[in-house]
T-cell receptor, first 113, second 115 residues
Framework: GDSVTQMEGPVTLSEEAFLTINCTYT??????LFWYVQYPGEGLQLLLK?????DKGSNKGFEATYRKETTSFHLEKGSVQVSDSAVYFC????????????FGGGTRVLVKP | DGGITQSPKYLFRKEGQNVTLSCEQN?????MYWYRQDPGQGLRLIYY???????QKGDIAEGYSVSREKKESFPLTVTSAQKNPTAFYLC??????????????FGDGTRLSIL
């Protein structure tokens, strides 16, 4: 079946540090890949997406590149802020699976001033 | 503004009681979804609906029921058969998606606790 594996958190960083959250996947078909962010007590917000190999999704300074050869979609940001503290979820979606999202376990990121 | 509204934000259930969580969207989306999130864990799919009057079980449907009588609404009932209902419940919706690349949009969630 389809699955997503993320690095376990929490990840604690200082402001302006470089952030990487690893995400790898297995999929029965050709997936679209997503990163969602969840702030405390809230629902999930779409952060970025990529729908085919070598696509780069980007938003709010975050980037992730769809790497088919390594089945990865790692999230990066060059200089984090305190406001980036949240839980980040990697997810995939396969058309043949009825458009259901399969989520990773989430990675909590804490940015300290 | 378009969006997804979940209510209530907090809900308490007594033993043996059924409770219903509301989810309404005004995004004109065809598909709607219910997820359960347990502390420190990812989301698991309970039920989903791709079109009015039709829905399918997700990965953890036991103890839950849904209906889809209107495009805008997808209520979730947590029945007394669900023995461990304490969790954060998230509703989502998306456009009909023949290519599998449409994102899902989420509500702010309902936190259910057992008294």
């Amino acid at each position: 079946g389809d699955s997503v594996t993320q690095m376990e958190g929490p990840v604690t960083l200082s402001e302006e540090a470089f952030l990487t959250i690893n995400c790898t996947y297995t999929a029965t078909g050709y997936p679209s890949l997503f990163w969602y962010v969840q702030y405390p007590g809230e629902g999930l917000q779409l952060l970025l997406k990529a729908t085919k190999a070598d696509d780069k999704g980007s938003n709010k300074g975050f980037e992730a590149t769809y790497r088919k050869e390594t089945t990865s979609f790692h999230l990066e940001k060059g200089s984090v802020q305190v406001s980036d503290s949240a839980v980040y979820f990697c997810a995939l979606r396969v058309k043949a699976a009825g458009n259901k999202l399969t989520f990773g376990g989430g990675t909590r990121v804490l940015v300290k001033p | 503004d378009g969006g997804i509204t979940q209510s209530p934000k907090y809900l308490f259930r007594k033993e043996g009681q059924n409770v219903t969580l509301s989810c309404e969207q005004n995004l004109n989306h065809d598909a709607m979804y219910w997820y359960r999130q347990d502390p420190g864990q990812g989301l698991r799919l309970i039920y989903y609906s791709q079109i009015v009057n039709d829905f399918q079980k997700g990965d953890i449907a036991e103890g839950y029921s849904v209906s889809r009588e209107k495009k805008e609404s997808f209520p979730l009932t947590v029945t007394s058969a669900q023995k461990n209902p304490t969790a954060f419940y998230l509703c989502a919706s998306s456009l009909a998606d023949s290519r599998g690349n449409q994102p899902q949009h989420f509500g702010d969630g309902t936190r259910l606790s057992i008294l």
